[in-house]
């Protein structure tokens, strides 16, 4: 090849192919255009996302399901199956508001759409306007005539506007129990109607039943805020679930915007006078003066009675300042309406624990102290009390041979045997010669100044005795002995069974048996 031949072919692999920049446009013949796509049909588009929006419905993803029905309708709004599938997914999800107007959107486009007629009379109930259900459905009977289900639909809704009827009478009679029997297949069918939200909101308070009322007073709340009814009631809940300064604030809402309600008017008066009445008696306490107190927590009492969560604060409060006055009968009384409301109130048990044991109630004592320890099982001073209680109820339980004998605990050996000497011989059966029963009377006491002699003056049994333990079991040494022979043995009668001391004659003494 020749040298002028390589130049150009070396020209030709060097030439660049020129590009285009912003301020040198490529030319015309240069530039590719895409052609558009073709336009898809949208009612297509729109089915497609109807069977989207079903697979979704099904799945129970109803927020995604109403998102698709709803691009379903705008691009074709005039299938009436969008509206009745949306206002399906919307039912779910307890929007029935909404349910119901696509349900009369469904119907503008086709006034013989059962279907519609059915879903649509359903949220209206949900939402408690039954008028408009009943309309709605007198409607599609007109235009469907033969229409079996909508003709039950109808009477169906019949029933509901008068057990509503019935629910109203029963609460204005403050025949709460009956309104009670009434509301619950009224329910079923009116779900989220704030009137019906109140009826059974007064129903419960009626009833007593605070803790759920203050559940339903919450669910009214979220519906409407606002409401005066609402708040009053909701107030009236929370009062009587120990939440009274909840509940003052709720009267006082109402009162800022209807300062006529008399119903909170009440109320608030009520509480005021109550908190008063307990911050009085406080305040005496305080200062020691046990009787003021008593006496103002005495007239808190009286304001409600009903008001059980006030009460056992104010009741628990009295029990103390009975204690400090040493009327534990009074203070037990307190308790035991603490307890009966709240049965796991450890401060009350311990408090009453300690009146029984002042009251010699040892039985009382060790109840209550079991269920202390149960409730606080860690806790070294109850298991402590419990042990001691335990030995006081075993005490008292047996025979006081202390009491029997006539002596304290502290008697020395030398004033027992005094005392035994002076029990055995006034209980001896030889002096006590009468009828049967008053017979059988001294025998059983002599045995017992025996029996009591027996213990307390073994230094082993009697210490045993002082410390509660079980001396039923010990058949050693002298317990169980006959009370002839301590007897003789303890006024020199060398073992003899029977015969008085003092007496003459050998064996001419009364002998005597017991059982």
Same mark, same amino acid.
Request: net charge positive; aromatic share 8%.
């Given at each position: %090849?020749?040298?002028? /031949? ?12 020129? #590009? ?27 089915? @497609? ?5 079903? #697979? ?58 059962? #279907?519609?007629?059915?879903?649509? &009379? ?32 109808? @009477? ?5 506007? @008068? ?53 339903? /007073? ?19 809940? %929370? ?7 909840? /509940? ?18 009440? %109320?608030?008066?009520?509480? #005021? ?5 307990? &911050? ?15 006496? /103002? ?111 304290? @605990? ?74 002839? %022979? ?30």
């Amino acid at each position: %090849m020749s040298t002028s /031949a390589r130049r150009g072919s070396t020209s030709k692999r060097n030439k660049k192919t020129p #590009k285009s920049t912003d301020s040198e446009p490529m030319r015309e013949e240069e530039v590719k255009v895409a052609s558009p796509p073709a336009a898809e049909d949208p009612k297509l588009e729109a089915k @497609q996302k109807k069977e989207e929006g079903n #697979k979704k419905f099904k799945e129970g993803y109803y927020r995604q399901a109403i998102t698709l029905y709803t691009e379903a309708i705008n691009l074709n709004d005039e299938d009436k199956t969008f509206y009745t599938n949306r206002a399906s997914a919307l039912s779910k999800l307890g929007e029935f508001e909404k349910a119901a107007a696509d349900c009369e959107s469904a119907i503008g486009l086709d006034s013989k759409f059962a #279907k519609a007629y059915q879903r649509g &009379s359903t949220s209206y109930c949900h939402i408690g306007k039954l008028d408009q259900a009943l309309e709605m459905l007198k409607k599609g009977n007109s235009v469907n005539p033969y229409d079996v289900t909508i003709r039950k639909e109808i @009477q169906k809704v019949k029933q509901l506007i @008068q057990r509503k009827e019935d629910i109203k009478e029963a609460v204005e009679q403050k025949s709460y129990e009956k309104a009670m029997l009434i509301l619950p297949a009224y329910e079923k069918f009116v779900t989220k109607d704030l009137e019906t939200g109140i009826l059974k909101l007064k129903t419960l308070l009626g009833l007593k039943r605070y803790q759920t009322a203050l559940k339903e /007073a919450h669910q009214c709340y979220q519906i409407n805020k606002i409401d005066i009814r609402v708040l009053h009631l909701r107030g009236c809940a %929370m009062y009587h679930t120990g939440n009274s300064a909840m /509940a003052l604030r709720h009267f006082q809402s109402v009162l800022k915007s209807a300062p006529d309600f008399r119903e909170s008017q009440n %109320m608030y008066r009520m509480i #005021k006078k109550m908190d008063r009445a307990k &911050s009085n008696g406080t305040s005496e306490f305080k200062e020691g003066k046990y009787e003021g107190a008593i006496a /103002a927590w005495t007239e808190a009492l009286a304001v409600d009675p009903d008001n059980k969560f006030f009460n056992t604060a104010v009741f628990s409060n009295r029990a103390s300042a009975y204690m400090k006055l040493k009327k534990y009968e009074e203070a037990v009384a307190d308790l035991d309406k603490v307890v009966e409301h709240d049965g796991e109130n450890l401060k009350a048990l311990l408090r009453r624990a300690t009146c029984h044991t002042e009251l010699g109630n040892h039985d009382g004592a060790v109840r209550d102290l079991e269920m202390c320890n149960k409730l606080d099982r860690g806790n070294r001073d109850i298991r402590q009390r419990l042990r001691k209680a335990v030995v006081a109820q075993k005490r008292a339980a047996r025979k006081d041979y202390y009491k029997i004998l006539g002596v304290t @605990q502290s008697a020395t050996d030398r004033e027992l045997k005094k005392a035994y000497r002076k029990a055995a011989l006034k209980w001896h059966p030889d002096k006590n010669k009468g009828s049967e029963e008053e017979e059988k009377i001294a025998e059983e006491k002599f045995k017992d100044v025996n029996e009591a002699y027996e213990v307390l003056s073994d230094e082993n049994k009697r210490r045993r005795y002082d410390n509660g333990e079980d001396l039923d079991a010990d058949h050693g040494g002298m317990h169980g002995m006959d009370p002839n %022979m301590m007897f003789n043995m303890f006024f020199g009668g060398g073992g003899r069974r029977g015969g008085f001391p003092g007496r003459g004659g050998g064996g001419g003494g009364f002998e005597f048996h017991f059982g």
